[in-house]
Protein backbone atom coordinates (compact mmCIF):
# COMPACT_ATOMS: atom_id res chain seq x y z
CA UNK A 1 0.00 0.00 0.00
CA UNK A 2 0.90 3.63 -0.80
CA UNK A 3 1.39 6.21 1.79
CA UNK A 4 1.00 9.81 1.36
CA UNK A 5 1.74 12.21 3.98
CA UNK A 6 -0.19 15.06 4.31
CA UNK A 7 1.18 18.13 5.47
CA UNK A 8 -1.15 20.69 6.16
CA UNK A 9 -2.28 22.83 9.57
CA UNK A 10 -6.11 23.25 8.35
CA UNK A 11 -7.50 20.24 10.56
CA UNK A 12 -10.60 20.03 7.95
CA UNK A 13 -8.57 20.20 4.84
CA UNK A 14 -6.11 17.99 6.16
CA UNK A 15 -8.86 15.18 6.95
CA UNK A 16 -11.02 15.66 4.03
CA UNK A 17 -7.92 15.02 2.15
CA UNK A 18 -6.68 11.91 4.27
CA UNK A 19 -10.84 10.55 3.26
CA UNK A 20 -10.28 10.54 0.09
CA UNK A 21 -6.96 8.93 0.08
CA UNK A 22 -8.06 5.81 1.89
CA UNK A 23 -11.25 5.41 -0.15
CA UNK A 24 -8.91 5.23 -2.92
CA UNK A 25 -6.93 2.40 -1.09
CA UNK A 26 -3.88 4.78 0.05
CA UNK A 27 -2.51 4.60 4.10
CA UNK A 28 -2.89 8.54 4.59
CA UNK A 29 -0.87 10.49 7.56
CA UNK A 30 -1.76 14.30 8.46
CA UNK A 31 0.80 16.57 10.14
CA UNK A 32 0.19 19.98 10.94
CA UNK A 33 3.79 21.36 11.66
CA UNK A 34 6.39 21.96 9.34
CA UNK A 35 9.23 20.88 11.94
CA UNK A 36 7.42 17.83 12.84
CA UNK A 37 6.67 17.36 8.89
CA UNK A 38 10.35 16.97 8.08
CA UNK A 39 10.97 14.73 11.03
CA UNK A 40 7.92 12.18 9.91
CA UNK A 41 9.52 12.38 6.01
CA UNK A 42 13.39 11.33 6.88
CA UNK A 43 11.70 8.37 9.54
CA UNK A 44 9.28 7.48 7.51
CA UNK A 45 9.80 7.84 4.06
CA UNK A 46 6.55 8.14 2.42
CA UNK A 47 5.68 7.54 -0.92
CA UNK A 48 4.57 10.88 -2.12
CA UNK A 49 4.01 14.07 0.05
CA UNK A 50 0.91 16.51 -0.08
CA UNK A 51 2.52 20.10 1.00
CA UNK A 52 1.02 22.99 2.06
CA UNK A 53 2.96 26.07 0.88
CA UNK A 54 1.61 28.11 4.68
CA UNK A 55 2.56 26.06 7.97
CA UNK A 56 3.59 26.96 11.27
CA UNK A 57 6.88 25.97 11.93
CA UNK A 58 8.94 25.68 8.71
CA UNK A 59 6.91 26.27 5.50
CA UNK A 60 6.29 24.06 2.11
CA UNK A 61 8.67 25.74 0.54
CA UNK A 62 11.50 25.46 3.53
CA UNK A 63 10.64 22.05 3.52
CA UNK A 64 10.67 21.15 -0.14
CA UNK A 65 13.94 22.99 -0.03
CA UNK A 66 15.40 20.69 2.24
CA UNK A 67 13.98 17.51 1.03
CA UNK A 68 15.20 18.31 -2.40
CA UNK A 69 19.16 19.01 -1.12
CA UNK A 70 19.11 15.21 0.57
CA UNK A 71 19.87 12.45 -1.43
CA UNK A 72 17.87 10.14 1.13
CA UNK A 73 14.38 12.36 0.15
CA UNK A 74 15.02 14.15 -3.01
CA UNK A 75 13.43 11.70 -5.06
CA UNK A 76 9.50 11.44 -2.99
CA UNK A 77 7.33 13.18 -5.19
CA UNK A 78 5.65 16.61 -3.72
CA UNK A 79 2.74 17.70 -4.58
CA UNK A 80 2.23 21.74 -3.19
CA UNK A 81 -1.07 23.19 -2.05
CA UNK A 82 -1.24 26.85 -1.36
CA UNK A 83 -4.04 29.40 -1.41
CA UNK A 84 -1.75 31.78 -3.27
CA UNK A 85 -2.59 31.30 -6.86
CA UNK A 86 -0.03 33.90 -8.00
CA UNK A 87 2.26 32.56 -10.74
CA UNK A 88 5.50 33.52 -9.65
CA UNK A 89 4.61 31.63 -6.29
CA UNK A 90 3.75 28.16 -8.99
CA UNK A 91 6.86 29.09 -10.59
CA UNK A 92 9.06 29.03 -7.60
CA UNK A 93 7.27 25.98 -6.30
CA UNK A 94 7.60 23.39 -9.66
CA UNK A 95 11.89 24.97 -9.01
CA UNK A 96 12.15 24.09 -5.49
CA UNK A 97 11.65 20.76 -7.03
CA UNK A 98 7.55 20.51 -6.36
CA UNK A 99 6.38 17.89 -8.74
CA UNK A 100 2.72 19.05 -9.23
CA UNK A 101 0.82 22.37 -7.79
CA UNK A 102 -3.10 22.53 -6.37
CA UNK A 103 -4.39 25.81 -5.74
CA UNK A 104 -6.64 25.90 -3.04
CA UNK A 105 -9.72 25.51 -3.18
CA UNK A 106 -9.38 22.00 -5.08
CA UNK A 107 -11.85 19.08 -4.97
CA UNK A 108 -10.61 16.30 -3.43
CA UNK A 109 -11.27 14.14 -6.44
CA UNK A 110 -8.96 15.94 -8.79
CA UNK A 111 -6.48 16.05 -5.86
CA UNK A 112 -6.34 12.41 -5.64
CA UNK A 113 -6.45 11.88 -9.37
CA UNK A 114 -2.93 14.35 -9.73
CA UNK A 115 -1.70 11.96 -6.43
CA UNK A 116 -2.05 8.83 -9.15
CA UNK A 117 -0.79 10.77 -11.88
CA UNK A 118 2.39 12.24 -10.11
CA UNK A 119 2.85 8.36 -8.61
CA UNK A 120 2.52 6.37 -11.78
CA UNK A 121 4.75 9.30 -13.71
CA UNK A 122 7.47 8.15 -11.26
CA UNK A 123 6.72 4.82 -10.72
CA UNK A 124 7.41 4.62 -14.49
CA UNK A 125 10.85 4.07 -15.93
CA UNK A 126 11.11 5.63 -19.43
CA UNK A 127 10.87 2.24 -21.33
CA UNK A 128 13.39 2.16 -24.20
CA UNK A 129 11.22 2.70 -27.81
CA UNK A 130 12.64 2.17 -30.64
CA UNK A 131 10.72 2.82 -32.94
CA UNK A 132 10.81 6.27 -35.17
CA UNK A 133 8.28 8.78 -34.48
CA UNK A 134 7.67 12.14 -36.19
CA UNK A 135 5.67 15.11 -36.29
CA UNK A 136 4.46 16.71 -39.48
CA UNK A 137 7.60 17.03 -41.05
CA UNK A 138 9.80 16.41 -38.61
CA UNK A 139 11.22 12.98 -38.51
CA UNK A 140 13.02 11.00 -35.20
CA UNK A 141 14.74 7.67 -35.64
CA UNK A 142 16.48 6.20 -32.76
CA UNK A 143 18.30 3.15 -34.03
CA UNK A 144 19.93 5.55 -36.59
CA UNK A 145 20.30 8.54 -34.02
CA UNK A 146 19.17 10.77 -36.88
CA UNK A 147 16.54 13.55 -36.98
CA UNK A 148 14.82 15.18 -40.53
CA UNK A 149 13.14 17.66 -41.59
CA UNK A 150 11.22 17.50 -44.76
CA UNK A 151 13.97 15.14 -45.36
CA UNK A 152 16.94 17.24 -44.90
CA UNK A 153 18.80 15.99 -41.83
CA UNK A 154 19.13 18.27 -38.77
CA UNK A 155 21.72 18.12 -36.71
CA UNK A 156 20.99 17.79 -32.95
CA UNK A 157 23.08 17.25 -30.30
CA UNK A 158 22.79 14.23 -27.75
CA UNK A 159 20.54 15.96 -25.05
CA UNK A 160 18.81 18.06 -27.55
CA UNK A 161 18.01 14.96 -29.18
CA UNK A 162 17.09 13.22 -26.18
CA UNK A 163 14.73 16.44 -25.08
CA UNK A 164 13.17 15.67 -28.44
CA UNK A 165 12.65 12.40 -28.22
CA UNK A 166 11.07 13.14 -24.63
CA UNK A 167 8.32 15.30 -26.28
CA UNK A 168 7.75 13.49 -29.16
CA UNK A 169 6.64 10.81 -27.26
CA UNK A 170 4.85 12.57 -24.65
CA UNK A 171 2.59 14.94 -26.88
CA UNK A 172 0.17 17.32 -25.19
CA UNK A 173 1.47 16.43 -21.86
CA UNK A 174 2.86 19.22 -19.92
CA UNK A 175 6.38 19.04 -18.59
CA UNK A 176 7.23 21.46 -15.83
CA UNK A 177 10.84 22.32 -15.72
CA UNK A 178 11.95 20.03 -12.81
CA UNK A 179 10.02 17.28 -14.63
CA UNK A 180 11.86 17.65 -17.74
CA UNK A 181 15.35 17.36 -15.47
CA UNK A 182 14.56 14.38 -13.73
CA UNK A 183 13.11 12.27 -16.96
CA UNK A 184 15.71 13.62 -19.82
CA UNK A 185 18.67 14.98 -17.50
CA UNK A 186 18.65 11.90 -15.22
CA UNK A 187 18.73 12.55 -11.52
CA UNK A 188 21.71 15.14 -11.58
CA UNK A 189 20.19 17.75 -9.57
CA UNK A 190 23.73 19.81 -10.43
CA UNK A 191 22.05 21.38 -13.62
CA UNK A 192 19.73 24.34 -13.02
CA UNK A 193 16.00 24.08 -14.29
CA UNK A 194 17.07 27.28 -16.67
CA UNK A 195 19.36 24.63 -18.29
CA UNK A 196 16.44 23.25 -19.43
CA UNK A 197 14.90 26.84 -21.14
CA UNK A 198 18.39 27.23 -22.70
CA UNK A 199 18.07 23.44 -24.51
CA UNK A 200 14.71 24.24 -25.72
CA UNK A 201 15.86 27.19 -27.27
CA UNK A 202 18.90 25.99 -29.19
CA UNK A 203 16.30 22.45 -30.14
CA UNK A 204 13.56 25.33 -31.41
CA UNK A 205 16.41 26.74 -33.70
CA UNK A 206 16.71 23.72 -35.27
CA UNK A 207 13.94 22.39 -35.31
CA UNK A 208 10.86 25.04 -35.50
CA UNK A 209 9.99 26.60 -38.88
CA UNK A 210 9.54 30.24 -37.17
CA UNK A 211 11.64 29.62 -33.43
CA UNK A 212 10.43 32.81 -32.21
CA UNK A 213 6.99 31.83 -32.87
CA UNK A 214 7.30 27.93 -32.06
CA UNK A 215 4.37 25.75 -33.09
CA UNK A 216 5.67 22.30 -31.99
CA UNK A 217 7.50 22.63 -28.56
CA UNK A 218 4.79 24.95 -27.26
CA UNK A 219 5.48 27.38 -23.38
CA UNK A 220 2.93 27.05 -21.14
CA UNK A 221 3.01 30.38 -18.85
CA UNK A 222 4.00 29.80 -15.51
CA UNK A 223 4.26 25.62 -15.77
CA UNK A 224 6.49 24.33 -18.10
CA UNK A 225 6.33 23.13 -21.57
CA UNK A 226 4.60 20.92 -24.15
CA UNK A 227 5.11 19.27 -27.38
CA UNK A 228 1.80 19.83 -29.58
CA UNK A 229 -1.17 17.14 -29.47
CA UNK A 230 -0.88 14.90 -32.73
CA UNK A 231 -4.11 15.81 -32.82
CA UNK A 232 -4.83 19.09 -32.63
CA UNK A 233 -4.89 21.90 -35.56
CA UNK A 234 -4.72 24.78 -33.77
CA UNK A 235 -2.14 25.91 -31.14
CA1 LIG B 1 -1.86 26.18 5.76
Known sequence: METILIVEDEADIAELVKYHLEKEGFAARTVGNGTQALELIVRDHPDLIILDLMLPGKDGLEICRRLRSSSATQSIPIIMLTARAE????????EMGADDYVPKPFSPRELVARVKAVLRRTNAPLAPDESPVSAGNLRLDPTRHEVTKEDHAVDLSAM??????????????VFTRTHLLDQVWGQDRFVEPRTVDVHIRR????VEDDPRKPTLILTIRGLGYKCRDENSQCV
Open 87 to 94: EVDRIVGL
Open 160 to 173: EFRLLEFFLRHRGR
Open 203 to 206: LREK
